[in-house]
């Protein structure tokens, strides 16, 4: 049966650990899929991987839809959550709505992704919830903020902690179902995971959290730079790029294709 946002709940309960990795394509997404991933991002961090962009704010909306409906076809187990691009969601809770509502009815997504807490976005959560669309919320570092926070670890300050954990508490109360928390001190993100009712999701946040996220590409080692917190599982990045020099060198040296 395919995974729901209900089930990520229960499993928070049951103390099961929740496995997220990001897919922009149908390849990779039915790789993923079909390896036991409990649920697929189609994050905004393609942006930079797979567009070539220096940030994720040029990423627009049709752009991540594009991606996310060929995501949806190589999926049949995995729930798939998109993001909403930079400022289209941020000016009022009408955009939000029209934005949320495309991805989900356009893509067959089951849910999208928003950065930010209190007051607005949790305003903003609220109604999406409210009108039936499942809402994952993002906290900590957060990369559409990029010009005005940097890629620093937040939330290392009493005052900055405090701030992180009343956004996340703010969200669950919104209705959102989930909580992406990014690059802020393990012990920040155990405190926040022990008191919200709803799974945290952790990049860069440490091991206590209720699951873990990575961008494919880093885990692949496809990625150009790595982030402090990535781990590559892989060097396929080196693979590929032998595998292309000897097909040139065969194709060169008259060996492929043979009689």
Same mark, same amino acid.
């Given at each position: 049966?395919?995974?729901?946002?209900?089930?990520?709940?229960?499993?928070?309960?049951?103390?099961? $650990?929740?496995?997220?990795?990001?897919?922009?394509?149908?390849?990779?997404?039915? $790789?993923? !899929?079909?390896?036991?991933? !409990?649920?697929?991002?189609?994050? !905004?961090?393609?942006?930079?991987?797979?567009?070539?962009?220096?940030?994720?704010?040029?990423?627009?909306?049709?752009?991540?839809?594009?991606?996310?409906? #060929?995501?949806?076809?190589?999926?049949?187990?995995?729930?798939?959550?998109?993001?909403? @691009?930079?400022?289209?969601?941020?000016?009022?809770?009408?955009?939000?709505?029209?934005?949320?509502?495309?991805?989900?009815?356009?893509?067959?997504?089951?849910?999208?992704?928003?950065?930010?807490?209190?007051?607005?976005?949790?305003?903003?959560?609220?109604?999406?919830?409210?009108?039936?669309?499942?809402?994952?919320?993002?906290?900590?570092?957060?990369?559409?903020?990029?010009?005005?926070?940097?890629?620093?670890?937040?939330?290392?300050?009493?005052?900055?902690?405090?701030?992180?954990?009343?956004?996340?508490?703010? $969200?669950?109360?919104?209705?959102?179902?989930?909580?992406?928390?990014?690059?802020?001190? #393990?012990?920040?993100?155990?405190?926040?995971?022990?008191?919200?009712?709803?799974?945290?999701?952790?990049?860069? #946040?440490? @091991?206590?959290?209720?699951?873990?996220?990575?961008?494919?590409?880093?885990?692949?080692?496809?990625?150009?730079?790595? @982030?402090?917190?990535?781990?590559?599982?892989?060097?396929?990045?080196?693979?590929?790029?032998?595998?292309?020099?000897?097909?040139?060198?065969?194709?060169?040296?008259?060996?492929?294709?043979?009689?």
């Amino acid at each position: 049966m395919p995974v729901t946002t209900h089930q990520l709940i229960q499993w928070k309960q049951q103390r099961r $650990l929740i496995v997220a990795l990001t897919a922009y394509d149908y390849a990779i997404a039915q $790789l993923i !899929d079909q390896a036991g991933v !409990d649920l697929i991002l189609v994050g !905004d961090s393609m942006a930079m991987p797979i567009l070539g962009y220096e940030t994720t704010l040029p990423l627009t909306l049709d752009e991540i839809m594009h991606h996310a409906k #060929a995501v949806r076809r190589g999926v049949k187990q995995a729930l798939i959550v998109v993001d909403l @691009p930079f400022l289209t969601y941020q000016e009022s809770v009408q955009q939000a709505m029209h934005s949320a509502g495309r991805v989900l009815k356009e893509t067959g997504a089951q849910a999208v992704k928003l950065e930010g807490g209190y007051p607005v976005m949790a305003t903003t959560v609220s109604q999406l919830t409210s009108a039936g669309i499942p809402v994952m919320g993002h906290v900590g570092l957060t990369p559409q903020s990029v010009h005005q926070i940097g890629y620093k670890k937040q939330g290392k300050t009493v005052e900055a902690g405090e701030r992180i954990l009343q956004e996340s508490i703010a $969200l669950q109360q919104a209705g959102a179902f989930a909580i992406v928390l990014e690059h802020i001190p #393990a012990d920040l993100a155990d405190h926040i995971t022990q008191k919200l009712t709803i799974p945290t999701i952790g990049i860069g #946040a440490g @091991p206590h959290c209720d699951g873990q996220v990575l961008v494919t590409s880093d885990l692949l080692g496809l990625s150009e730079k790595q @982030p402090p917190f990535a781990k590559a599982y892989a060097n396929l990045r080196e693979t590929i790029t032998q595998a292309v020099k000897d097909y040139s060198l065969e194709v060169r040296e008259g060996k492929f294709p043979n009689s």
